[in-house]
T-cell receptor, first 111, second 114 residues
Framework: KQEVTQIPAALSVPEGENLVLNCSFT??????LQWFRQDPGKGLTSLLL?????REQTSGRLNASLDKSSGRSTLYIAASQPGDSATYLC??????????FGKGITLSVRP | DGGITQSPKYLFRKEGQNVTLSCEQN?????MYWYRQDPGQGLRLIYY???????QKGDIAEGYSVSREKKESFPLTVTSAQKNPTAFYLC?????????????FGPGTRLTVL
């Protein structure tokens, strides 16, 4: 059974810092990995999707990498801003596009 | 605007009542999903449907039921058999098949049992 782990559960950084959020998964037989952002009381917003054959994806200040063989992904956020404060979840897709989610990392960026 | 809508935003249920959560999408997606989110537990899959008139149980289907009579609609009924239904419910959709299967989520429904 696939398990997805995100550690730490919470992170607080000063504004302007570059930071890395980690995600690990136990079964490397995945179709893709997706990073989401969730604001309190809201739904999930897709940030980046990396196909299993890809190594990384970039969107603006965000860069996500995938090392399928070691079961790891990282989300790099450059020059963090207070508006980046949210919970970040990673999820891996197996058969039938079923996603297995991590519990998320709650990020707080201090002005 | 294409997207996923969920209603209501907040729902209160009395003990022993069945309630139905609505999920509609106009993205022309084939597959739809229901997840439950509890504090500190992440998202768990309740039911999913890859095609109209067909659906499968997820990891925590007990006490829930669904239907998929139309491509754009996937309502979830929380029955009285669900012992702890208070949670945040999220609906999602994606194109079925292929490698590019990014999931898109609705805004959620928060269900509270009184």
């Amino acid at each position: 059974k696939q398990e997805v782990t995100q550690i730490p559960a919470a992170l607080s950084v000063p504004e302007g810092e570059n930071l890395v959020l980690n995600c690990s998964f136990t079964d490397s037989a995945i179709y893709n990995l997706q990073w989401f952002r969730q604001d309190p009381g809201k739904g999930l917003t897709s940030l980046l999707l990396i196909q299993s054959s890809q190594r990384e994806q970039t969107s603006g200040r965000l860069n996500a990498s995938l090392d399928k063989s070691s079961g790891r992904s990282t989300l790099y956020i450059a020059a963090s801003q207070p508006g980046d404060s949210a919970t970040y979840l990673c999820a891996v897709a197996g058969a039938n596009s079923k996603l297995t989610f991590g519990k998320g990392i709650t990020l707080s960026v201090r002005p | 605007d294409g997207g996923i809508t969920q209603s209501p935003k907040y729902l209160f249920r009395k003990e022993g009542q069945n309630v139905t959560l609505s999920c509609e999408q106009n993205l022309n997606h084939d597959a739809m999903y229901w997840y439950r989110q509890d504090p500190g537990q992440g998202l768990r899959l309740i039911y999913y449907s890859q095609i109209v008139n067909d659906f499968q149980k997820g990891d925590i289907a007990e006490g829930y039921s669904v239907s998929r009579e139309k491509k754009e609609s996937f309502p979830l009924t929380v029955t009285s058999a669900q012992k702890n239904p208070t949670a945040f419910y999220l609906c999602a959709s994606t194109t079925a098949g292929g490698l590019y299967n990014e999931q898109f989520f609705g805004p959620g429904t928060r269900l509270t049992v009184l």
